[in-house]
């Protein structure tokens, strides 16, 4: 192999990899580089361990002729065969190098290389990658050239792991921070905090969808149950919603005990606030039906939910708002002090859905009038709506 172009491919990645913007660009820029300077590689594959509840992490396999695959595995696979029998795991477990020649025997121990042999490989080793905060991540290298890797391959491959964990890190650093920010502020705010939104004030006006809700009855639920079995309870609860919520466009902004935050942005559909409401009123509907089917046994009971929504559409400022360093990206304005008011009405109503006259006059639906109610902040009496189909299911 080249040896300058070898350290050519090194300083480009100390430099960022800077001809690339996107991982899987990156990956292969970097692979044909490699081939380009005599290395026989055919397949290359980089598996990177994430910080997120759900993911395990994400792998780019990268082959000869073919662009780069993207996948991502969750934590389930840490119980499957496959990986008990995967040379990965003995990376990722001891953080040491696995070679496997696909014509020595003891290569059959490991059964995705009886799958590389298959589609001619000669040759495969899977290496550690070292991160700054001792987590260890992988690549794997393979070859389909006769004789597999030689000696100078493999001082080559080991030589360009340092660089390659750097850039790595540096990107997996700004994936896990965005995905971090998607799983605690929502994906809109952690997009725009990533932007550079972070100072105190720094807040946009727009125009939304604002739902609220709650679950009925928590304070005597919280008052007989365990708490570990009320915190199991509210996660399969917001399960039923935030499902929808995101399926229709919506943003989770915030979880207050049992309550639920969520907002729609109406200019991201270029002004068209019925579509954006019949969206909503669809998740509306969804969660309604998967908080009645939700049901928790606890001991020899089988308990039963029902929760309440508030939709309106208004005007809200959205951005930090908090004291000295410690910031909340969120939304208010009287839109939102009128839909929390609401959402207490669906309980003096029973019902499960309520909408203010706003949201209903932009959202065409058969509609329920229930009346005038005075609201507390508020100088006018606001007229509030229920869905006809509540009001047969009240009656019957």
């Known amino acids: 192999m080249n040896s300058s172009e070898l350290q050519r491919i090194c300083n480009w990645l100390i430099g960022g990899a800077w001809s690339s913007l996107e991982p ?13 300077a ?6 290359f594959g980089i598996f990177i361990r994430t910080l997120h509840p759900e ?22 696979i840490l119980e499957t065969p496959e990986f008990a029998r995967s040379p990965l795991r003995i990376v990722f477990e001891q953080g040491v190098e696995v070679r496997g020649r696909t014509s020595d025997p003891d290569s059959k121990r490991f059964p995705f290389l009886e799958d590389m042999r298959a589609e001619g490989a000669t040759d495969y080793i899977a290496m550690p990658v070292p991160f700054l905060d001792g987590s260890i991540h992988a690549t794997s290298w393979i070859t389909q050239h006769p004789g597999g890797f030689s000696d100078d391959d493999i001082a080559a491959i080991r030589s360009i792991i340092a660089p390659l ?10 994936r896990t921070a965005e995905m971090l920010l998607d799983t605690y502020v929502g994906n809109r705010a952690g997009a725009r905090i990533l932007g550079g939104q972070i100072r105190r004030g720094h807040t946009d006006t727009m125009q939304a969808v604002i739902w609220l809700s709650d679950l009925r009855g928590f304070t005597a639920l919280s008052d007989r149950l365990p708490a570990e079995t009320v915190v199991a309870i509210l996660n399969h609860y917001f399960d039923c919603q935030v499902t929808a919520i995101r399926g229709h466009g919506g943003e989770v902004l915030k979880f207050m005990g049992d309550g639920l935050l969520a907002v729609f942005p109406i200019d991201e559909y270029v002004g068209d606030a019925a579509h954006v409401c019949a969206r909503v009123l669809e998740a509306a509907r969804e969660s309604r039906a998967s908080v009645e089917q939700l049901a928790f ?3 020899d009971v089988v ?24 910031l909340d990206f969120t939304c208010i304005g009287p ?5 929390a008011r609401l959402e207490k009405i669906t309980g003096r109503l029973g019902r499960t859905v309520v909408a203010s006259e706003g949201f209903a006059n932009v959202c065409h639906h058969d509609w329920h009038e229930l009346g005038e109610f005075p609201i507390a902040g508020f100088s006018k009496a606001q007229r509030v709506y229920g869905l006809a189909e509540e009001t047969h299911a009240l009656v019957g």
């Open 55 to 76: 993911i395990f992490g994400r792998n780019f396999i990268w082959r000869q002729g073919g662009e780069v695959e993207i996948g991502s595995v969750d934590f389930e």
């Open 297 to 299: 046994p606890v001991g």
């Open 165 to 174: 964990a750097r850039v790595s890190e540096i990107i997996s650093l700004r």
């Open 335 to 339: 839109a939102v002090n009128l839909a």
């Open 24 to 36: 899987a660009e990156m990956i292969a820029d970097f692979c044909e580089r490699l081939v380009a």
């Open 303 to 326: 308990e039963r939910f029902r929760f309440g929504v508030a939709l309106h559409i208004g005007n809200i400022l959205y951005g930090n708002i908090g004291g000295g360093n410690r």
């Open 38 to 43: 005599g290395l026989p590689l055919w397949r």
